[in-house]
Structures are given as structure tokens and as C-alpha cells.
């Protein structure tokens, strides 16, 4: 996925990394309506999924879902997943999140998305992000149509 941003430049995104419970689930259920734009944006890049996976229903959730499920031990979660984001290759990454402990892969990453959903955002997200969403829904939007994310970050 190719991005061109006036005064910025092109970016090129290979791998988009979610939150799970917050960011694309609440209490532990994936939101509904997301599986067919996930499925469809795997198309175009790659899907990595990142959780503590607290309620255990993860795996059941995306069950068939083009992604990569990625659970993270509990205990320095915000480090796993800014780790994880590295080990990608973070120039290359578009993270979506929404709490204190996506706050550094919201950082690291070429693109950052902190989204305020049902469970809202933590403030340390959406300082490190690089655009705020109302939802999900509106996050992967930006995604489906980039032009909406050169119109935000253009300077």
C-alpha cells in the first residue's frame, strides 16, 4: 500500500498491525462488520493481530481471518508489541490502537492510528499516534481510501 503525502512524500506500508480488545474488540468479541474490510484490505497488505488475548476468545474470533495472530505474554505488553513492530520493520508499518500499552508501536511505527471505540483511548495512544479516529470503522476507511490520510498529515 503506497501513500503519497504533499510535503511528506511516499510512504509504502507493508504490514498493518492491530490492538485486539478495544481497538478492533470489545469484551473480548471482534466488532461486527469488520471481517469482510480486514479480508479486503489483505489484499493489499499484510494483517498482523497483537493481544494479551485476557478473555481467551482471540483465536475464536478470527478464526479465518487472512491474519497473523500474535499472542503476547502479560507483563510489558507495550514493550512486546513496540518490539514486534520492529522486528517487522517499522518503516513499513501501520499500527491501530487504543491503549497505554499500544502507545510505543503507536510511536514507532511509519503510521500511527489510535481509534477511541467503545473502551475510548488512553492519552499516552493518542499522543504517540499520528492521527485519532472516531472507530475502527473510520480508521480503516483512512485505509481503504489513503487520500484521506494524505489530506490529514499534509503539512
Same mark, same amino acid.
Given at each position: 500500500?503506497?501513500?503519497?503525502?504533499?510535503?511528506?512524500?511516499?510512504?509504502?506500508?507493508?504490514?498493518?498491525?492491530?490492538?485486539?480488545? =478495544?481497538?478492533? !474488540?470489545? #469484551?473480548? $468479541?471482534? @466488532?461486527?462488520?469488520?471481517?469482510?474490510? %480486514?479480508?479486503? &484490505?489483505? /489484499?493489499?497488505?499484510?494483517?498482523?493481530?497483537?493481544?494479551?488475548?485476557?478473555?481467551?476468545?482471540?483465536?475464536?474470533?478470527?478464526?479465518?481471518?487472512?491474519?497473523?495472530?500474535?499472542?503476547?505474554?502479560?507483563?510489558?505488553?507495550?514493550?512486546?508489541?513496540?518490539?514486534?513492530?520492529?522486528?517487522?520493520?517499522?518503516?513499513?508499518?501501520?499500527?491501530? =490502537?487504543?491503549? !497505554?500499552? #499500544?502507545? $510505543?508501536? @503507536?510511536?514507532?511505527?511509519?503510521?500511527? %492510528?489510535?481509534? &477511541?471505540? /467503545?473502551?475510548?483511548?488512553?492519552?499516552?495512544?493518542?499522543?504517540?499516534?499520528?492521527?485519532?479516529?472516531?472507530?475502527?470503522?473510520?480508521?480503516?476507511?483512512?485505509?481503504?481510501?489513503?487520500?484521506?490520510?494524505?489530506?490529514?498529515?499534509?503539512?
Amino acid at each position: 500500500m503506497q501513500i503519497t503525502i504533499p510535503s511528506i512524500g511516499s510512504i509504502e506500508l507493508k504490514h498493518l498491525v492491530f490492538d485486539y480488545n =478495544g481497538t478492533i !474488540a470489545r #469484551d473480548g $468479541l471482534l @466488532l461486527s462488520n469488520l471481517d469482510k474490510t %480486514i479480508t479486503d &484490505l489483505a /489484499g493489499r497488505i499484510t494483517i498482523h493481530i497483537l493481544t494479551a488475548d485476557s478473555g481467551g476468545t482471540v483465536a475464536q474470533e478470527v478464526d479465518g481471518l487472512p491474519c497473523t495472530l500474535h499472542i503476547i505474554a502479560s507483563g510489558n505488553e507495550a514493550e512486546q508489541k513496540e518490539a514486534y513492530v520492529q522486528a517487522l520493520g517499522a518503516d513499513s508499518v501501520v499500527c491501530i =490502537g487504543n491503549g !497505554a500499552n #499500544d502507545r $510505543l508501536m @503507536l510511536k514507532v511505527a511509519r503510521l500511527g %492510528i489510535a481509534v &477511541l471505540e /467503545g473502551e475510548g483511548s488512553a492519552v499516552s495512544a493518542i499522543l504517540q499516534a499520528d492521527i485519532v479516529a472516531r472507530s475502527i470503522y473510520d480508521a480503516l476507511g483512512l485505509l481503504m481510501v489513503p487520500q484521506r490520510i494524505a489530506a490529514t498529515l499534509r503539512s
